[in-house]
């Protein structure tokens, strides 16, 4: 399958809600930023500020490119003072579609956006530490630890810790 990005839409939010069954599975894709009783309005609020702030944030929507339908999620943040943007809220919705590259393709035209079309510098983003496909598949496109944030987030009784991740732009072109 081959994924574009599209603008994100009001009328995706009722799939990501399909999509997100449990808390856990809730603050996997999207982090700590999220709740889940809350979620729909929060999409709808980061959606309205999307709008108004494109040059700040940007929300996209993971559109299969053959049947154009919704298979995921994801968003950008631009640090403009900085030339970095920060990659957050990956989301692949359908369970079977996970572990066949779209994550990777995903990552990829994130990065095009980023170092191509807004000429940054520096992309981002975090991953959590027993997730080992996302840092398999953003280490494939690039990206290197910087460092390992011991439990630095609490899901129920249990503390999850956080690598983060960058690429730069010298290194995007490289690879």
Sequence with gaps: MKI??????????????SWTKTEE?????????????TLKEQLKSDLEFAEKNQKRFKMFSVIDSENLTLVGHAQVTIDSQNDSAHISRILIGDESMRGQGIGLQIIKSLLEIIFQKLQL????????????????????????A????????????RYWSTIPMAILRSEYLKV
């Design 4 to 17: 574009k990005l599209t603008p994100f839409t009001e009328r995706d939010i009722e799939r990501i809600l």
């Design 121 to 144: 510098h520096r992309a981002t983003l975090n991953v959590y530490d027993f997730n080992l496909s996302a840092i398999k598949c953003y280490e494939s496109a690039g990206f290197k």
């Design 146 to 157: 910087e460092g390992h944030l011991k439990e630095n987030n609490k899901f129920l009784d």
């Design 25 to 37: 599975f809730l603050l996997i894709w999207s982090g700590p930023v999220y709740k889940f009783k």
